[in-house]
C-alpha cells in the first residue's frame, strides 16, 4: 500500500493484479457497519483514487459474509435532532456520491451478501456492480423513519425503472442477487464462489484497456446521473430533515428491540 492510502485506516487495501486496488470494508463483527470516520473515508478516497497514476481500475467488496450492512446505530443517534452532525453527514452523503460518479477511474463492485446504506451507494452506483447469489440489496430508509436518501433516487430508476424502484424503496423489500440482475438493478449475478474471480477478471481488462476510451465512456455516460443532480439532491435533503423528526427515533428503536416500529399515522405534509 502507498502512503496516498495510509490514512484511510477503517478500510483494507490490496493490490491483486496489476494497476487494480481493492478496496474490502473490514469491520465483519457487525457486518462492515459503517461508522462516522468510515463514513468519512468512504466519501474523500474517491478523490485520490482519481489522481493516482498507478491505478486503473477498483474493486470494492465486503470482508466475510457481507459487503456493507450501512450506518451503523451510534451514527445514526448522534444525528437524531443534531443540526451540526446532520449538516456534516449530508455534505458527506451528496461528496460522496458526486465522488464516484466524478473518479475517472472504472469501479467494479463485488457484492457478496448483505449491501445497505452508506455501503450500498458504492455497490448500486459502481461501474460494474457484481452480485453474488446471497447478496441481498436493501434500502431501508423509510424503515428507520427517514426519507431514502442516500443514492436511491438519482440510480434506482434508472437500473431497474420506476415501478420497481417504488416498490422496493417504499416497502425496503430486500432484493436477492439473482432478482436484482433480473430486474437490471446489477450488471450481474455470479455463483458466490465465482464472485470475486469474475470481479478481478473484469478489473483486468478494464485496467489493460485504453485508459482514454474507458475513463472518456465512463464520464459521458455518467452526465445521465448528473442530470439527475437535483432529484438526489432534495431526496437527501430531504432524508436528513427526517433525523429532526420523531419517526427515526422509533426506527432505531424498533431495530434494536426487533419489532415492528410504531410511527406517528398522522403527517402534516
Known amino acids: 500500500m502507498t502512503d496516498r492510502y495510509a490514512a484511510y485506516t477503517k478500510l483494507k487495501f490490496d493490490y491483486p493484479a496489476d494497476r487494480v486496488l481493492r478496496i474490502t470494508f473490514s ?20 478523490r485520490d483514487i482519481d489522481r493516482d ?13 457481507a459487503f456493507s450492512a450501512g450506518g451503523d446505530f451510534g451514527l445514526i443517534e448522534k444525528m437524531t435532532g443534531n443540526f451540526d ?3 456534516k453527514t449530508w455534505k458527506e ?5 458526486y465522488n ?3 473518479c475517472n477511474k472504472p469501479i467494479i463492485s463485488a457484492i457478496n451478501g448483505p449491501a445497505a446504506g452508506a455501503g450500498l451507494v458504492v455497490g448500486i452506483l459502481a461501474d460494474v456492480s457484481i452480485a453474488g447469489k446471497r447478496a441481498k440489496i436493501v434500502d431501508g430508509h423509510p424503515r428507520l423513519g427517514v426519507a431514502a436518501g442516500d443514492v436511491a433516487a438519482i440510480i434506482w430508476p434508472m437500473l431497474c425503472g420506476m415501478a420497481k424502484a417504488k416498490y422496493y424503496l417504499l416497502t ?9 440482475d433480473r430486474i437490471g438493478l446489477v450488471s450481474m449475478c455470479v455463483e458466490d464462489d ?3 474471480e469474475t470481479a478481478l477478471g473484469i478489473a483486468t481488462d478494464l485496467a489493460n484497456g485504453s485508459q482514454s476510451a474507458i475513463r472518456w465512456t465512463k464520464y459521458s455516460l ?10 438526489f439532491d432534495a431526496s437527501t435533503a430531504l432524508e436528513m430533515l427526517g433525523f429532526m423528526g420523531e419517526d427515526v427515533k422509533e426506527g432505531v428503536a424498533s431495530h434494536r428491540e426487533k419489532r415492528a416500529p410504531n410511527f406517528r399515522k398522522d403527517c402534516p405534509i
Open 222 to 231: 455518467n452526465n445521465w446521473l448528473r442530470q439527475a443532480g437535483p432529484i
Open 172 to 180: 425496503c423489500k430486500p432484493v436477492s442477487g439473482e432478482e436484482a
Open 27 to 46: 469491520n465483519p463483527e457487525t457486518f462492515n457497519s459503517v461508522d462516522a470516520e468510515t463514513h468519512t473515508q468512504m466519501t474523500d478516497i474517491w
Open 194 to 196: 465465482e464472485l470475486q
Open 85 to 87: 452532525e446532520i449538516m
Open 100 to 102: 464516484i460518479i466524478n
Open 93 to 97: 452523503a451528496k461528496d460522496l456520491v
Open 53 to 65: 497514476p498507478d491505478i486503473n481500475a477498483v474493486i470494492v467488496t465486503g470482508e466475510g459474509k
